[in-house]
């Protein structure tokens, strides 16, 4: 069965700094890697999807990486800012287009 | 914005009722999915549909079913209702290439709150 774990749950960093958000999976049998972004009570923005056989993609202030063999990936957001602020979560793909989440790091940008 | 729409946005049901939530995917999107949010928690899949039929189902009871009509739009059904059951309910559209799993759009929600 598959797991995903991000990692840390939350985190806080004042305006400007770079930061990255972690995420593991137990099966790299997986088809791609979706991040999104979630604002309280709302639904999911797509960031990023990388496909299994891609190494990594990169979007404005954003780059994701993915290493299928440790079952690892990251969101690096370059010059955060307090706009910045929401949950992001990490959903592998796997069989059928299923998506198997994580429980999401709740990002403070605080002025 | 998805194109990716979900009605109602909230509701309020009496443990014991049934609700139906409804979701139209994204123009040409042939592949719908439901996942069960619960407060604090990931989204967990619930089950998918693809051209009319059930593609798959996670760890959910049969009194969640559902339904795909030919404009690919999709209805979540759910019997029985328990307090647990309360959760924002997302729906997913997308559409898959051979050999690739293309991206997911998600609608905005529907925050169901059973009492």
């Known amino acids: 069965k598959q797991e995903v774990t991000q990692i840390p749950a939350a985190l806080s960093v004042p305006e400007g700094e770079n930061l990255v958000l972690n995420c593991s999976f137990t099966?790299?049998?997986?088809?791609?890697l979706q991040w999104f972004r979630q604002d309280p009570g709302k639904g999911l923005t797509s960031l990023l999807l990388?496909?299994?056989?891609?190494r990594e993609q990169t979007s404005g202030r954003l780059n994701a990486s993915l290493d299928k063999s440790s079952g690892r990936s990251t969101l690096y957001i370059a010059a955060s800012q307090p706009g910045d602020s929401a949950t992001y979560l990490c959903?592998?793909?796997?069989?059928?287009?299923?998506?198997?989440f994580g429980e999401g790091t709740q990002l403070t940008v605080n002025p | 914005e998805t194109g990716v729409t979900q009605s109602p946005t909230h509701l309020i049901k009496t443990r014991g009722q049934q609700v139906t939530l409804r979701c139209s995917s994204q123009?040409?999107?042939?592949?719908v999915s439901w996942y069960q949010q619960a407060l604090g928690q990931g989204p967990q899949f619930i089950f998918q549909?693809?051209?009319?039929?059930?593609?798959g189902r996670g760890n959910f009871p049969p009194r969640f079913s559902g339904l795909q009509f030919p404009n690919y739009s999709s209805e979540l059904n759910v019997n029985a209702l328990e307090l647990d059951d309360s959760a924002l309910y997302l729906c997913?559209?997308?559409?898959?290439?051979?050999?690739?799993?293309?991206?997911?759009?998600f609608g905005q929600g529907t925050r169901l709150t059973v009492v």
């Open positions: 997913a559209s997308s559409l898959p290439s051979r050999g690739i799993r293309t991206e997911a759009f």
């Open positions: 099966d790299s049998a997986i088809y791609n």
């Open positions: 990388i496909q299994s056989s891609q």
């Open positions: 959903a592998v793909g796997t069989s059928g287009s299923r998506l198997t």
């Open positions: 123009s040409g999107h042939n592949t």
């Open positions: 549909y693809y051209r009319e039929e059930e593609n």
